[in-house]
């Protein structure tokens, strides 16, 4: 069902204010006022102002954990799969960079039960990392010995570029995608120029 109008509203605001404010500094006054609508408008549409960052937050770490199952369905090949997989990942980030700081970094203020929601998601992302890498190992190529471990600094390189990432300077998310896939691939002892096979943008 296509979110109403109203909502979505609120949840764009949401995003840019906890973005650039933090969860914790916002109001949901700052929300609504955003949102061009009237200081309760929140309360019509959502609990509390931690339920909407729970819907923010669950919804873009399912987005993001169906993209890179996707990503890694894209090829057999442990080489291509990883490249692909670090180039989506990366690209997601990047170019959703306002939404994706909001649901990297404002975990810590969801509720217990709702934080173990999310976390859920996130051990899901990094078993797919964790099995594609994995496979490369089983078939001798890729060098790897701490697997969990290459697999989350995988990850923390992408998200991270959120704290810096500028849409407007001169790296696009593609370019910041071509170059991670290297460095991936780098880490788990490939050596040699593979070109990630871009699925359509998220």
Known sequence: MTEAPARK???????????????????????????????????????????LLYEVSSSGHIECLEMIRAAAATSADPVQRLANMQFAFTRYHATHTAGARVVQYEIAALTPEHRR??????????????????????????????????????????????????????RTPESLGRIHAQMALRSVGVTHEVAPEETPAD
């Open 9 to 51: 509203r609120l949840t764009d605001a949401a995003i840019d204010a906890f973005a650039e404010r933090g969860f914790h500094a916002t109001t949901t006054r700052d929300i609504s006022t955003r949102a061009g609508m009237s200081p309760a408008a929140l309360y019509v549409h959502h609990a509390s102002k931690e339920q």
């Open 117 to 170: 929601e999310v976390a859920g998601y996130r051990r899901d992302i990094e078993r797919v990392y964790h099995e594609a890498i994995t496979d490369g190992v089983e078939k001798g190529v890729f060098d790897v010995q701490d697997v969990p471990g290459v697999s989350l600094a995988l990850i923390s390189m992408a998200i991270d570029l959120v704290r810096w990432y500028q849409p407007q300077g001169a």
